[in-house]
């Protein structure tokens, strides 16, 4: 019994509102009127303003050039101020400001509860501090824990950038802005936005982290993930998990796994599908690892190019979309039906997004099959090679294959083989094809040697060059996808 009740003199004193100091004081018993240079304490809250009205039960009306002091959390300053002692909440109105260490909020009207000592407006206002400022129609912010929320028509600036959201959480002491719904990031400096269902930004350092279909547009490029990471000051940005990317200047697009871009550069990671459109046609590529670094783009691993009617692949392929030539760089494999490139490196102009001329160098080597179930094929192998593209035939040809040539042609009458030419030695071939794509003309030079095999010694035994290579249908890329 004596515990509750020293429990209700503590709790009485607690809400007793003191007078400090005043100029003039008038009233009655039940409402006290105090005029100039009025201070008043309640607890830990001490109050300033020009007059006051102060009731009986403490409860008080406060105006004119009304500023409190919270304890040692902040400072309050309106053009009014009432307090309701059961509720136990002040309510500021008036061109409101207050101020707890670095943060700062202004509106209209503010409530603050004293018994959970949080602050709150809702008809409109902002919070500024040293990361910049956030609006909202709605924001409660809890001191204790120094976590505001804001709630419709939420709107962060954080020059050069905005956000434009429903809700949002934000920690000042870290200065880390929690999104749990979707947001539109804007740049406006340069014409970038960013949009995400979800995500996390630390205001301080710059970083965004993004969550739920994140999309990242620019007037170059579109880019969509499940995730995403951004770093504001480096430019620098992470996106995994069904990466969609499309050129909004070019016609093309593509999928990965993960993405990376930084100024000038678009990285795209593992299991890499895309295509490339054009008026005339459409291109399908694919690879592990994709840089775009405008115009070059970069197939690296598995590097595959497929426009009908050339395919390609290669250790790594470089497009270059301003001169429109296509690099295969290492192992490099192009096929224009019904022959096989193989080479080290590989050269091809496609001025209007159309095949014009070819070369190839590093023991390059072409074979064509001739006969299926016999194993016939035509072969050549040398040190380089130099065609035009026939857009009739739509082949290679005329052909010149340069130094250290070694070859092997299969002549037919009709239906019927007669036998093989085997080159020994050469330092060139030119050749060029027919309608039916086969060999019509042949020219060897520089003191060629060489044989004729009869068809009777074929049969059993076809012949191949050392430097034999072929790849079957299954191991060709196909379209849209490669197994």
């Known amino acids: 019994m004596l515990r509750r009740y020293l429990a209700l003199i503590t709790l009485a004193t607690a809400q007793t509102v003191f007078i400090e100091n005043a100029e003039e004081l008038s009233g009655t018993d039940e409402v006290r009127h105090l005029k ?11 109050l300033f303003c ?16 009304v500023r409190t002091l919270i304890g040692q959390s902040g400072t309050i300053s309106s053009a009014r ?6 509720t ?46 956030i609006y909202s129609l709605y924001a409660t912010y809890h001191l204790p824990t120094e976590t505001v ?49 979800s995500g996390q930004w630390q205001r301080q350092e710059s970083l965004l982290t993004l969550y739920g279909q994140v999309v990242w547009r620019t007037p170059k490029i579109f880019l969509r993930a499940d995730y995403a990471f ?6 620098t940005g992470l996106a995994a998990c069904n990466v969609f990317y499309q050129s909004r200047t070019g016609k093309g697009w593509g999928m990965a796994d993960s993405a990376f871009w930084h100024p000038d550069t678009l990285t795209l990671k593992e299991n890499i599908a895309a295509f490339l459109f054009t008026d005339r046609d459409t291109a399908f590529l694919q690879s592990q690892l994709a840089f775009l670094i405008p115009p070059h783009l970069y197939l690296i691993g598995e590097a595959a190019f497929l426009r009908p009617p050339l395919s390609a692949m ?21 096929y224009s039906h019904p022959y096989q490139l193989f080479a080290r490196h590989v050269r091809l102009t496609l001025p209007q997004n159309t095949p014009d001329s070819l070369l190839a160098a590093g023991s390059v080597f072409t074979a064509s099959q001739v006969d299926t179930l016999l194993r016939f094929y035509h072969q050549v192998r040398s040190d380089s090679l130099i065609a035009k593209w026939d857009s009739t035939l739509e082949a290679f040809t005329p052909i010149l294959y340069l130094h250290n040539l070694r070859a092997l042609y299969y002549q037919a009458e009709g239906p019927h083989y007669q036998g093989a030419h085997e080159i020994l030695r050469a330092q060139s071939l030119f050749l060029t094809l027919g309608p039916n794509r086969q060999p019509t003309y042949l020219r060897l030079e520089n003191h060629p040697q060489g044989r004729f095999i009869p068809i009777k010694l074929l ?22 996808i490669h197994p």
């Open 81 to 86: 101020l009432s307090y309701d002692p059961i």
């Open 50 to 65: 020009d007059e006051a009205d102060l009731h009986q039960n403490n409860a008080f009306y406060a105006r004119g050039a």
């Open 88 to 133: 136990r909440h002040l309510t500021y109105e008036g061109q409101v400001v207050a101020t707890f260490g670095t943060t700062t909020l202004r509106t209209e009207r503010l409530t603050y509860d004293r018994q959970t000592e949080t602050a709150s407006y809702t008809g409109g206002g902002s919070l500024t501090d040293t990361s910049g400022t």
């Open 149 to 197: 929320t804001f709630t419709q028509q939420v709107r962060v600036e954080h020059p050069p950038y905005q956000v434009f959201t429903d809700s949002l959480l934000y920690h000042t002491n870290t200065l880390t802005a929690t999104f749990p719904t979707p947001f539109t990031l804007y740049n406006t400096l340069k014409p970038e936005t960013l949009f995400a269902y």
């Open 314 to 334: 290669a250790d790594t392929i470089l497009y270059d979309t301003l001169t429109q030539n296509l690099f295969l760089l290492g192992r490099a494999w192009l």
């Open 36 to 46: 100039g240079a009025v201070a008043l304490r309640q607890d830990t809250i001490q």
């Open 459 to 480: 049969l059993t035994h076809p012949p191949f060059l050392p430097a034999f290579q072929w790849r079957p249908p299954k191991d060709q890329p196909h379209w849209p």
């Open 230 to 235: 951004y770093d504001q000051k480096a430019d």
